[in-house]
């Protein structure tokens, strides 16, 4: 079978791409290897924060101060773009502004304020970030366990899953092709111009541009995505709907907080809290999910520590070394889109348009992400998990700590 762009990976990065694509009339096929949503679009905490996973100074340092003004913007940007997109699209992603950063520790309290100052200073966001003392975050919240914090209403958070059916059935309406439970096992040689992508089923797509947007959920097929992109476990529980007089986030739509190992959470549009906590370095999910979150989330909400839960899921995290996302064209027609380090509500669908029109523009990445350094991690394939969990499970005793 012959295909203008072949799209591995039906998330956010891919199906985004695969709707900008059909709309500018390529022939599209997306092939998902289990179903829309069975990666971490679909399991996410659907918090939509501001920047990157490493602050603005830390790019002022390491990339100086033109390349970090335009970094924030292009996040500014991919914000921006998600509300905007889904409104004009017409789909409903219960978008709500107001996200909290939340410091677990004094110390942390200091960087979060150090990093309002400069975010105000140089990057325009007086305007938006609030200061919370401990009583004001208390009041917030429901939880008096936090030092103070943050409220950025520029940022905040929406139903994932809405944005990502909404996205399918976009892409669908506008010609693109999705084939679910059609796993990639091989991105064969390039000849005439077209790369052959090979199926589980033993189809074979022949396509002039390949998008690999298999994020976390990428095994043995793209070798130098694989080698910089390591599955993180995050596991999250979904409450019943909650009892307004617990005033459980009565005056913010989510919230995340200063640990490694970090939790985070928002108020549905149905009133539940969803909550996410731990992690696991190691694969495997825990047999009790709900268990496993439970813990912490009595520990950060007092008040819902034998709440009913109804739902709990895990989800694998795509991080990269430095926390910042990659995005190349690694051989002629190939393009890779992955590891937002936990900020991809915001950041996968944008980069999935950036993809898009890298293909339609034949453009490659020439600008400041082109040339984020986005090392390989340390040890191979094999050595990467012993070598990451020592030095992960280091910043969670850190936390514990704290
Ligand atoms: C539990 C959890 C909570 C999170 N919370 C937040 C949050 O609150 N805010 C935030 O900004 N980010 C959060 N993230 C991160 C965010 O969800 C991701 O960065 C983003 O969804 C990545 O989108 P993607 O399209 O690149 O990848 P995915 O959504 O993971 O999609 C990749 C798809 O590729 C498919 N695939 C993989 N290999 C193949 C193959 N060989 N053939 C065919 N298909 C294949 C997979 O089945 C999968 O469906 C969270 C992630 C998790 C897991």
Redesign the pocket.
Known sequence: MLADVVV?????????AALDLALAGHKVIV???????????????????SGWRQDQAWFEKTLGLEAAQALWQIAEDAKADLVGRASSLGIDIDWAPGLLSLAHARSTLAWLDDDAALLSARYGQGGVLTRLDRADVAEATGTSVYHGGWRDDGAG?IQ?LKL?YGLADTATAAGATIHER????SLGGRSAGRTAVT??CGAEVRALDVLV??????????APAEARVMP?????VATEPLDPALGIMAGAS?G?DTRFVVN?F?KTADGRLIF?GGEKYTPGWPGDIAGFVRGNLGKVFPALKDVHLTHA??????ITPQRLPWLREISPGVLV?????????????Y??RLLAQAVINRSGFADVLGKLPVPAFPGGRLLRWPLLTAALNWYALRDRLA
Do not use: H, K
């Not at 059609?182 to 096992?185: E, F, I, P």
């Not at 947007?213 to 793209?222: I, K, N, R, S, T």
């Not at 993180?232 to 999250?236: E, H, Q, R, W």
């Open positions: 591995i990976g039906a998330g956010f990065t891919g199906l985004s092939l998902e290897a289990a179903e829309v949503g069975a990666g971490a679009s679909g399991r996410n905490g659907g918090l939509v924060c958070r994932p990502l059609s796993r990639v096992v199926t589980d947007c298999g994020d976390a959920y990428l095994e043995g097929v793209c993180i476990g995050s596991f999250v989510g995340m985070y928002q996410g899921w895990a989800g694998a995290v795509g889109s992955a590891g937002y380090s936990g900020q991809g509500v915001a950041l996968a669908p980069f999935g």
